[in-house]
């Protein structure tokens, strides 16, 4: 037998799940695209580095004058690279966000059916709530009585009962 609060703390935990889940897809994406950029610094010191030693080891001045299409050339593919690097974790974000939007609904629809079941019982969900709210019309039905107003509730059958009730005292 399942408990009365087990659908609404399904619903409550299937909504914390999700977000958890979401936060951590977040906090994910954002260290791949920080390696992204870590690794695109490194490559671009190594070009530094190698661009150095290609000026002072430029023997002559032919050599010197193919340095600028040399470093083009490097630094187009450093760019297409990085690009293709963006993509990857674009598109791995894109897929973990579909999934996991997936994963959501599956569990609301599992929730939902929770509820169902149990509203179809004869220990439903509003039992309970109803049972409570029924109990404070009946205490403020009996206010007026108790304050010493006198004045009559406005159900009729309630304040027969009240009646029956102080005369049988």
């Given at each position: 037998?399942?408990?009365?609060?087990?659908?609404?703390?399904?619903?409550?935990?299937?909504?914390?799940?999700?977000?958890?889940?979401?936060?951590?897809?977040?906090?994910?994406?954002?260290?791949?695209?920080?390696?992204?950029?870590?690794?695109?610094?490194?490559?671009?010191?190594?070009?530094?580095?190698?661009?150095?030693?290609?000026?002072?080891?430029?023997?002559?001045?032919?050599?010197?004058?193919?340095?600028?299409?040399?470093?083009?050339?490097?630094?187009?593919?450093?760019?297409?690279?990085?690009?293709?690097?963006?993509?990857?974790?674009?598109?791995?974000?894109?897929?973990?966000?579909?999934?996991?939007?997936?994963?959501?609904?599956?569990?609301?629809?599992?929730?939902?059916?929770?509820?169902?079941?149990?509203?179809?019982?004869?220990?439903?969900?509003?039992?309970?709530?109803?049972?409570?709210?029924?109990?404070?019309?009946?205490?403020?039905?009996?206010?007026?009585?108790?304050?010493?107003?006198?004045?009559?509730?406005?159900?009729?059958?309630?304040?027969a009962s009240r009646?029956?009730?102080?005369?049988?005292?």
């Open positions: 037998m399942t408990d009365q609060t087990d659908a609404p703390f399904a619903f409550f935990s299937a909504s914390c799940e999700a977000g958890l889940r979401a936060l951590t897809l977040m906090q994910e994406s954002r260290e791949r695209f920080l390696e992204i950029q870590l690794d695109a610094i490194r490559r671009d010191i190594k070009t530094t580095h190698e661009v150095g030693a290609q000026l002072a080891n430029a023997s002559d001045f032919a050599a010197f004058a193919a340095l600028p299409v040399t470093i083009l050339r490097n630094e187009a593919e450093h760019c297409a690279q990085l690009m293709q690097a963006w993509m990857s974790l674009a598109i791995h974000n894109q897929t973990a966000m579909v999934e996991q939007m997936r994963e959501a609904g599956e569990s609301w629809q599992r929730c939902q059916a929770t509820g169902l079941q149990q509203a179809g019982t004869s220990a439903s969900m509003v039992a309970p709530v109803q049972a409570l709210f029924e109990k404070f019309s009946q205490a403020a039905a009996w206010k007026p009585a108790l304050n010493g107003t006198g004045a009559e509730p406005a159900d009729s059958t309630l304040a009646k029956r009730t102080i005369h049988a005292s």
